[in-house]
């Protein structure tokens, strides 16, 4: 079984900062890719920000030169650092990891993020 748990959400004023982790364990293998998605209310889930096993990154044009994906391989953790947050962030942010050999998925439960002033 394998358990993936984010955290760090919480309500931040417009212009703040927030960094969100995510943790993977259980029964892993190497793990490839390591992602956040959001899930604004109202609408469809969305990739935020993805790191592979290299630490190449990618980001949604909406969060580039704000958020900052890094992962902590020997971990299983990865993070996002979240800055300039704007009302358009909230959000419940997911996180996913894609295992290496056979694609399996695992997604956490969600964080809630809401920037409100």
């Known amino acids: 079984q394998v358990k993936v748990v984010e955290s760090g959400g919480g309500l931040v004023h417009p212009g703040g900062s927030l960094r969100l982790s995510c943790a993977a364990s259980g029964m892993i293998t190497t793990i490839n890719t390591m992602a956040w998605y959001r899930q604004p209310p109202g609408k469809e889930r969305e990739l935020v920000a993805i790191?592979?096993?290299?630490?190449?990154?990618n980001y949604a044009d909406s969060v580039k030169g704000r958020f900052t994906i890094s992962r902590e391989t020997a971990k299983n953790t990865v993070h996002l650092q979240m800055n300039s947050l704007q009302p358009g962030d909230t959000a419940v942010y997911y996180c996913?990891?894609?295992?290496?050999?056979?694609?399996?998925?695992?997604w956490g439960q969600g964080t809630q993020v809401t920037v409100s002033s």
């Open positions: 790191v592979n096993r290299s630490g190449t990154t």
């Open positions: 996913k990891i894609t295992q290496l050999y056979d694609n399996q998925e695992y």
